[in-house]
């Protein structure tokens, strides 16, 4: 398994951006899919994006493609998640996930973060 931590969550005003960051420990990061998630109060945790080992293959939830960009940096063993056009029902907390493709996409990856808050206000 890697170790994961997330970074970057906090406040915005719906229409801002943010972009979340998420480290991994361990030298097999670039074996590695890596995914975002989020759970917003009171509803279950959802896929949000996916990027594939190499970054050539990404994969979104409806609710954010165009808004959202996950890419991948191997070298600096991170994952990111830009966030534009925030909306007051992105708020969530957002947690990075990392397993093979098929694992992360269907919501069942064997390492995950610990999460960052991401609020947007009206």
């Known amino acids: 398994q890697v170790q994961l931590v997330e970074s970057g969550g906090g406040l915005v005003q719906a229409g801002g951006s943010l972009r979340l960051s998420c480290a991994a420990s361990g030298r097999t990061f670039s074996s590695y899919a890596m995914g975002w998630f989020r759970q917003a109060p009171g509803k279950e945790r959802e896929f949000v994006a996916a990027?594939?080992?190499?970054?050539?293959?990404?994969y979104y939830a409806d609710s954010v493609k165009g808004r959202f960009t996950i890419s991948r940096d191997n070298a600096k063993n991170t994952v990111y998640l830009q966030m534009n056009s925030l909306k007051p029902e992105d708020t969530a907390v957002y947690y990075c996930a990392a397993d093979f493709v098929g694992r992360v996409v269907t919501g069942t990856p064997g390492s995950w973060g610990q999460g960052t808050q991401v609020t947007v206000s009206s």
């Open positions: 990027i594939s080992w190499s970054g050539g293959n990404t």
